[in-house]
């Protein structure tokens, strides 16, 4: 087997991060539905989920969360999409989130440590009643 990537594979790869950071919520799902896996990583461990989660695209989120995706899946740094989302202010996003099952517990920050470190008093009730 090679170690070199095949180089249509690293453009597809590569298409469809972009897809996740722009918020193209059916061109992922169709991706996903084609056979790229739900939980896709790239070389700093953010998967799909992430990148979407991070550049506030709920849609994008709910849509690779429906297809399989794992809601707490940690980056390379343990970071989870969750404690992303409540860094960068996306209600709708850490909704879409919880929606899909995210535990605000998991990951370095978690989204508990994050909101509390920010003074969200509102998504620290959030999450307590989950």
Same mark, same amino acid.
């Given at each position: 087997?090679?170690?070199?990537?095949?180089?249509?594979?690293?453009?597809?790869?590569?298409?469809? &991060?972009?897809?996740?950071?722009?918020?193209?919520?059916?061109?992922?799902?169709?991706?996903?539905?084609?056979?790229?896996?739900?939980?896709?990583?790239?070389?700093?461990?953010?998967?799909?989920?992430?990148?979407?989660?991070?550049?506030?695209?709920?849609?994008?989120?709910?849509?690779?969360?429906?297809?399989?995706?794992?809601?707490?899946?940690?980056?390379?740094?343990?970071?989870?999409?969750?404690?992303?989302?409540? &860094?960068?202010?996306?209600?709708?996003?850490?909704?879409?989130?919880?929606?899909?099952?995210?535990?605000?517990?998991?990951?370095?920050?978690?989204?508990?440590?994050?909101?509390?470190? &920010?003074?969200?008093?509102?998504?620290?009730?959030?999450?307590?009643?989950?």
């Amino acid at each position: 087997m090679s170690e070199t990537p095949d180089p249509e594979v690293v453009e597809l790869a590569s298409k469809v &991060f972009d897809l996740a950071r722009t918020g193209d919520a059916a061109a992922l799902a169709a991706y996903v539905d084609a056979g790229v896996p739900a939980n896709l990583t790239n070389d700093r461990g953010d998967s799909l989920v992430m990148l979407a989660a991070y550049h506030g695209h709920a849609a994008a989120v709910t849509a690779l969360l429906e297809r399989g995706a794992d809601a707490d899946r940690a980056n390379d740094r343990g970071q989870t999409p969750l404690a992303g989302a409540v &860094f960068k202010g996306e209600d709708a996003v850490i909704r879409a989130l919880l929606a899909g099952g995210a535990n605000p517990e998991s990951g370095t920050p978690s989204a508990v440590d994050t909101a509390r470190m &920010f003074g969200k008093a509102e998504l620290l009730e959030l999450f307590a009643t989950r």
